[in-house]
């Protein structure tokens, strides 16, 4: 429970049980609603060996391009951070510039370089591991893939806070109750 929950913030009232990532969830403020890995995705045309592991596509002599996200600006760029400082906790630092070395162009947004990577711009972009979901979905492309990496991923869980002075709050509520049903789609690339 948030014991200091500033008093703009409502109580959130949402049962999360249906979410077996979350059975630890104690914040009765910030709701959970979606939640995902962040992966490189690449084009399957292009690159033929994708790295298995952040060390193998930081130390590549491959002259990869990485297109990725501003961390003070984008939920992805923060996660790669972070991400970044769990792998290499004592050179972080030194990571962070082998990366440099391989990086296109850093963006604002997610937007902004998954147009790019789109375009042909890259040969990895910093996005989700259900990005070649979506464009098998929506495109009819099963080109793009995520590169799966040994030491795992990192998670990204975006959160919903309802405003007391909220104008709206039975429309919040109702969103709420959306999210807490079990058979709102929680492992759909679309979602």
Do not use: C
């Amino acid at each position: 429970m948030r014991q200091n929950r500033p008093d703009f913030l409502h109580q959130a009232i949402l049962i999360h049980q249906n979410w077996h990532y979350l059975k630890k969830w104690t914040d009765d403020t910030f709701v959970p609603y979606d939640y995902g890995y962040f992966a490189f995705i690449y084009d399957k045309n292009r690159i033929t060996h994708p790295p298995k592991s952040m060390d193998e596509l930081l130390n590549s002599q491959q002259p990869w391009k990485i297109l990725y996200q501003d961390p003070r600006t984008s939920t992805p760029g923060l996660g790669l951070m972070l991400w970044m400082q769990s792998l290499y906790p004592n050179n972080t630092a030194e990571q962070w510039q082998k990366l440099a070395n391989k990086t296109l162009t850093v963006t604002k947004g997610w937007s902004e370089s998954y147009g790019l990577f789109l375009k042909g711009e890259g040969d990895f972009v910093l996005s989700y591991t259900s990005s070649p979901g979506y464009h098998i979905l929506a495109d009819k492309k099963d080109n793009y893939a995520a590169a799966i990496f040994d030491e795992g991923h990192y998670l990204q869980v975006e959160v919903a806070a309802k405003l007391k002075s909220s104008k709206t709050a039975r429309i919040s509520s109702a969103i709420y109750a959306i999210y807490a049903n079990p058979r709102f789609p929680r492992n759909h690339p679309n979602h």
